[in-house]
């Protein structure tokens, strides 16, 4: 009795933690080495414009405290264990979001000495937004993509 007790406690626990993530995702953003125009596009969309805020989405300085990573750029030599280790820090369960085309596949800088390709060659990824750089509305978009996935 106090096992199935103990079970629907937690899995009422589960579906609150579920609930909470899919309200109100917090984001980290991370540039591990584009030419910032992906960047600029993430901070537009955080405009009142867009307002990316009404799907409950917050930017985190912390990766500790943060739910997705939106990583833009390439991988590069030097940024490949500062990304591995933003994504270490972050607590279960963790998600990423590619956004750009530098970040999908090495973009401009593929054939370049020091890139080591796309975010996929170092994390796994759940979400690509191609562009380059990709719309507001794209970015949102790869968002609402997330958060619906996780629904399921």
Same mark, same amino acid.
């Given at each position: 009795? +106090?096992?199935? %007790?103990?079970? =629907?406690?937690?899995?009422?626990?589960?579906?609150?933690? +579920?609930?909470?993530? %899919?309200?109100?995702?917090? !984001?980290? @953003? #991370?540039?591990?080495?584009?030419?910032?125009?992906?960047?600029?596009?993430?901070? *537009?969309? %955080?405009?009142?414009?867009?307002?990316?805020?009404?799907?409950?989405?917050?930017?985190?300085?912390?990766?500790? @405290?943060?739910? $997705?990573?939106?990583?833009?750029g390439p991988v590069t030599?030097?940024?490949?264990?500062?990304?591995?280790?933003?994504?270490?820090?972050?607590?279960?369960p963790k998600f990423v979001?590619? $956004?750009? *085309?530098?970040? !999908?596949?090495?973009?401009?800088?593929?054939?370049? #000495?020091?890139?080591?390709?796309?975010?996929?060659?170092?994390?796994?990824?759940? $979400?690509?937004?191609?562009?380059?750089?990709?719309?507001?509305?794209?970015?949102? @978009?790869?968002? $609402?993509?997330?958060?619906? =996935?996780?629904k399921q």
């Amino acid at each position: 009795m +106090t096992l199935n %007790l103990a079970q =629907s406690w937690q899995d009422a626990l589960d579906k609150v933690r +579920t609930w909470a993530r %899919l309200n109100s995702p917090w !984001l980290i @953003h #991370y540039n591990s080495g584009s030419c910032n125009g992906c960047d600029i596009e993430i901070l *537009a969309t %955080l405009t009142p414009r867009y307002d990316v805020e009404r799907l409950g989405v917050k930017l985190q300085g912390s990766p500790r @405290h943060a739910d $997705v990573l939106i990583c833009t750029g390439p991988v590069t030599r030097q940024s490949r264990d500062r990304l591995r280790r933003i994504y270490d820090q972050m607590p279960e369960p963790k998600f990423v979001m590619a $956004v750009g *085309a530098c970040a !999908l596949s090495g973009g401009v800088f593929e054939d370049c #000495y020091n890139c080591l390709g796309g975010i996929d060659q170092v994390l796994p990824v759940n $979400v690509f937004v191609p562009g380059c750089p990709p719309r507001p509305d794209a970015i949102i @978009h790869g968002v $609402v993509t997330l958060l619906e =996935s996780l629904k399921q």
